[in-house]
């Protein structure tokens, strides 16, 4: 089936309504990691907001840089009007970009309606969920129905401009503009329009759009559990049975992995035929410049840590590593975006030959930061910053189409 068709065929079959969101079409079985923006609609732990989206806690936490260290961290109960991050596997189903992970049991007074707009922030509607569970009549919903919930995502190559991306479904909030929202999240108009094929820079309350986040890819092998890891630029991620922590950023695009802070039963994470540990690395002064030994992660493989013992030869030697700014679980909702708090400033070279262990992640900043704070400054060096597969072709790609039952 050719694009263009897939195009006639959605327009048929959807009705008209003001509410528009970004389509990917697609073929294949491939995923990419995608991100949701999700707003609480009452009191939630940690745990029920990974319950509701099939995700894990830890990954929650990290996806949105909060303080993985605080007691009980995946218990704390997160405040109603909360916009959070929720990390997801954006699939191809149907011939379109989507998350299909999500499952949810049905309460009494529940309506397709209430679960769509409420439950699930307008990130599906109530049309969406009645075709993806053939309901025939969506007045009368059995309690403890269990039914699939459709989520939003883009994947394009899990590139934006050349550079390594991952795509948030972001959907538009009352007073809201394309100028506020490319501000909020570092970039700009013509990209946001570029990317959710936009013929003018004009949104409503319930769109839904694609926002491109600068980001850290990895090289795993395929057969790594964790191949195609991708990290939005200021935040972390768990992998590895939440046994290895990555973060991205600051100052670059280069994904940087230690142990987690919750880790216990893990696999070995020393670097073979040396004593370095999983985020280490030595440097050694010479006339030539720095002479750098690092461990670091090469993907989990069959319940196995694969590190990756390293020499490069550098201009100089860097100081100690530094991690995007931790916050303070959230208690109570800002309703004015604040800024993540600066990172500190950086350490003067290591003394020549000692072992730079992995630094530990900072101390929780006083700030909160929503909807979000990531800063896109680009990659500072080509190792690790670009993408090898090809752009997609925007052309034909994209597809602001109108949705109902919202």
Do not use: W
């Amino acid at each position: 089936m050719s694009i263009s068709t897939l195009f006639l065929l959605l327009l048929s079959v959807l009705p008209f309504s003001v509410c528009k969101t970004t389509i990917e079409p697609c073929s294949g079985s491939d995923s990419c990691p995608a991100l949701l923006g999700y707003t609480l609609y009452t009191d939630l732990k940690v745990s029920e907001v990974a319950a509701l989206f099939r995700a894990d806690p830890y990954s929650i936490l990290a996806t949105n840089a909060f303080n993985l260290t605080a007691p009980d961290a995946a218990h704390r109960i997160l405040p109603a009007g909360l916009f959070i991050r929720v990390p997801t596997v954006c699939a191809c189903s149907d011939g379109i970009r989507k998350s299909v992970t999500t499952r949810y049991t049905t309460r009494p007074a529940d309506t397709l309606a209430s679960i769509a707009t409420n439950i699930f922030s307008g990130l599906a509607s109530a049309d969406q969920i009645r075709q993806a569970n053939a309901i025939t009549d969506p007045s009368t919903l059995d309690v403890g129905q269990t039914l699939v919930i459709p989520l939003p995502c883009t994947c394009f190559n899990s590139t934006d401009n050349f550079l390594p991306a991952v795509y948030m479904s972001y959907v538009v909030r009352d007073s809201e503009s394309v100028q506020g929202i490319a501000a909020t999240y570092s970039t700009t108009v013509a990209d946001i329009m570029n990317v959710n094929a936009m013929g003018n820079p004009t949104v409503h309350p319930g769109d839904i759009l694609a926002i491109p986040l600068p980001g850290c890819p990895s090289i795993f092998p395929k057969f790594a559990s964790d191949n195609g890891l991708l990290v939005a630029n200021g935040t972390y991620t768990i992998t590895a049975g939440n046994c290895v922590q990555c973060s991205c950023g600051p100052g670059n695009l280069n994904l940087y992995c230690t142990p987690a802070p919750m880790a216990v039963s893990c696999s070995s994470m020393q670097c073979r035929n040396s004593n370095l540990m999983l985020g280490n690395m030595t440097a050694q002064p010479t006339s030539a410049g720095c002479n750098i030994t690092s461990c670091s992660y090469g993907g989990f493989v069959n319940g196995t840590i694969v590190t990756t013992l390293s020499t490069s030869l550098q201009p100089r030697c860097p100081g100690v590593r530094q991690f995007p700014p931790v916050i303070e679980i959230p208690t109570t909702v800002l309703h004015e975006t604040s800024e993540f708090p600066p990172a500190p400033s950086p350490i003067s070279g290591a003394e020549p030959g000692v072992v730079i262990p992995a630094p530990r992640s900072p101390l929780p900043g006083k700030g909160l930061a929503f909807p979000g704070a990531t800063t896109a400054t680009g990659p500072a060096a080509p190792a690790g910053s670009t993408s090898n597969a090809p752009s997609l072709i925007r052309l034909g790609q994209l597809l602001n189409i109108e949705l109902g039952g919202r």
